[in-house]
Structures are given as C-alpha cells and as structure tokens.
T-cell receptor, first 116, second 110 residues
Framework: NAGVTQTPKFRVLKTGQSMTLLCAQDMNHEYMYWYRQDPGMGLRLIHYSVGEGTTAKGEVPDGYNVSRLKKQNFLLGLESAAPSQTSVYFC???????????????FGPGTRLLVL | GEDVEQSLFLSVREGDSSVINCTYTDSSSTYLYWYKQEPGAGLQLLTYIFSNMDMKQDQRLTVLLNKKDKHLSLRIADTQTGDSAIYFCAEKTGFQKLVFGTGTRLLVSP
C-alpha cells in the first residue's frame, strides 16, 4: 500500500494564480484532512471531510476550497493565491476517530508551496 | 480552549536521554499520541498511550502520562543523531478530533 500520497511535491505560484493540490489514500479511510504547517505554529487544520461528498471547515479555511468527489481523493484548491499561503501543506486520512479505539491520522509527505 | 503546548526546542548529545514534554487541555481525551517529523517529510506515528495508563514503553521510547496535571512526556533513551526531528504530541479529544501541539525540534549533536 502506498498510504497517503500528495501531488505535487513542490510548486511556485505568482500572486493571483490558482492551483489544486491532490491527495490520494489507498487505506479505504472515511476521513480526510488538509493541514498547513508554518514555522512555530504547528499544524493548522484547513478543511476536512468525514465521507465522500462531504466537507467541513477547519481552523483556517479562508482562501481555500476543497472537494471529496471520490472516497480515496481529497482536493485542496487555491482560487487566487496570496503570499500568506506560502506554506507546507499536509494531507492526512483516518478511520472514524471513535473514543474507544487508538485509531489516528496517517499523513502524506507534504506539498511545499511558494507564492511570490 | 484546545491549546496543546510544547517547548519549541531541545538539544542533547548523542547517547544522552531526551525528554520531550507536552501539556494538553481536554481531561476527557481518550488517547494521546507522539508523532515524528523528519526533515522534508510528513508526520509519522511513533507511539500512543491510552488515557487510563500511566506509562508505556516501546524499545527506546517511554511515554509517561500524568492525567491529573494533563502532562505527557516522551523519553528517548540513548538518543542518536537519527532521532533529530520535530516531535508532535496530539490528543484525541472527547469530540473525536485530534488536536496537535506546536512541535518540539530535537537536535542531537555527536
């Protein structure tokens, strides 16, 4: 199993350009997540999905949109990139995080985005 | 609030023990986790502990949980240069979500 994969690994955008980050998982997980990681700020949740066709806002959703058309894929879109969106983006997936199990999130390798 | 706090940086010498600390907030958290992030990579699950346990040992790793103080620690025995990474603690809250700490950067010098 490949686990969680992300495409692309690295991208440079100009301010105002748009792009889509792709996340794919082959673990048949129901839940998927997008985070951004910035120095000294840990991981911040952008959007998440608890199943195919559903999405929800996380901690920092502004400027991003997501779609979960297929269970195995979770797309993160930037419609008009801004320099403040320069970051490392991580996708994760998990089974439902019921309190009675040790199930947790599994992460992709990240996408480094630079917005000039 | 849902702040999970960690110190930002820890430096140790190879062969010493490292102790990384974490303070969480939700007393109803069921599981607590430690993740490792190596340079240029994603987060990898290292270990976890159930909230009714005080300690869990896994080879060089020892996890201690003080539920009264909401304090979690990760001890790495005989720290190696390959242990240099960022370590994140995370709690699974009563709302069935994971809340991550800010990460502790461990630097191991020869």
């Amino acid at each position: 199993n490949a686990g969680v994969t992300q495409t692309p690994k690295f991208r440079v955008l100009k301010t105002g350009q748009s792009m889509t980050l792709l996340c794919a998982q082959d673990m048949n997980h129901e839940y998927m997540y997008w985070y951004r990681q910035d120095p000294g700020m840990g991981l911040r949740l952008i959007h998440y999905s608890v199943g195919e066709g559903t999405t929800a806002k996380g901690e920092v959703p502004d400027g991003y949109n997501v779609s979960r058309l297929k269970k195995q894929n979770f797309l993160l879109g930037l419609e008009s990139a801004a320099p403040s969106q320069t970051s490392v983006y991580f996708c994760a997936s998990s089974p439902p995080l019921g309190g009675g199990t040790q199930e947790t999130q599994y992460f992709g390798p990240g996408t480094r985005l630079l917005v000039l | 609030g849902e702040d999970v706090e960690q110190s930002l940086f820890l430096s140790v010498r190879e062969g010493d023990s490292s102790v990384i600390n974490c303070t969480y907030t939700d007393s109803s958290s069921t599981y607590l986790y430690w993740y490792k992030q190596e340079p240029g990579a994603g987060l990898q699950l290292l270990t976890y502990i159930f909230s009714n346990m005080d300690m869990k040992q896994d080879q060089r790793l020892t996890v201690l949980l003080n539920k009264k103080d909401k304090h979690l620690s990760l001890r790495i025995a005989d720290t190696q240069t390959g242990d240099s990474a960022i370590y994140f603690c995370a709690e699974k809250t009563g709302f069935q979500k994971l809340v991550f700490g800010t990460g502790t950067r461990l630097l191991v010098s020869p």
